[in-house]
């Protein structure tokens, strides 16, 4: 009678976590709280080794982790998640948006590369550009992306100027994050190119 009801018991604790461990933790998202984050963006180019996630001041004097990049060549980029993502192909309808909240010391065109189920590389038609504009403090940016069926990666490019800093404060695919800062989209500050 114990084993059945210790196994009874057993089932009743485990089965929750069997099902949080079973759900879709939706499409990757990157805060930069934690430095084990780090581990997802070392396959890059052009791109220091020895990036890290720092506290910064922004101009109001808020300190932040983020992920501070130093380029080193004229195209810089990173795969989010790794080159083989370390996250579920997400769908592409659903979720068309990135969301970045990053500092920059040069203006550049940044452009975002994807992979899709349809396709299985990097091709041309499956690219977009945008211009970031330089400031003083982060923006917090939206690029609308043209993906369609289910994403199964991505890189950002940043840009062609070497030498610069890059610090990116979140990504993510869900939405703006950080919610304790209020958050404004600088839509003057980047347009769509293409």
């Keep these: 009678m114990k084993i059945i009801v210790v196994s009874f018991l057993v089932f009743v604790l485990c089965s929750p976590v069997m099902v949080i461990a079973r759900r879709d933790t939706g499409p990757p998202e990157w805060v930069f709280d934690n430095v084990t984050e780090l581990s997802d963006w070392k ?5 220091d080794p020895g990036m890290a996630i720092v506290k910064v001041r922004d101009i109001r004097g808020i300190e932040r982790n983020v992920l501070k990049i130093l380029s080193t060549g004229e195209n810089p980029y990173i795969y989010p998640g790794g080159s083989v993502p370390n996250w579920e192909p997400f769908s592409g309808y659903e979720y ?3 969301y970045l909240g990053v500092r920059v010391q040069q203006s550049d065109i940044w452009q975002v590369d994807y992979l899709t189920n349809r396709t299985g590389s990097y091709e ?3 690219s977009q550009k945008f211009k970031v504009e330089a400031r003083q403090d982060f923006a917090d940016l939206e690029f609308k992306m043209n993906w369609e069926s289910m994403v199964r990666g991505f890189r950002i490019h940043f840009g062609t100027n070497k030498n610069r800093t890059i610090e990116v404060d979140y990504l ?4 703006p994050t950080k ?3 209020k958050l404004s989209t600088t839509w003057g500050r ?3 190119l293409y």
């Design 124 to 126: 041309e038609g499956q």
């Design 179 to 181: 919610t304790q800062r």
């Design 172 to 175: 993510s695919l869900r939405g």
């Design 43 to 47: 396959d890059s180019h052009d791109i």
């Design 96 to 98: 068309g948006t990135i």
């Design 190 to 192: 980047m347009k769509d």
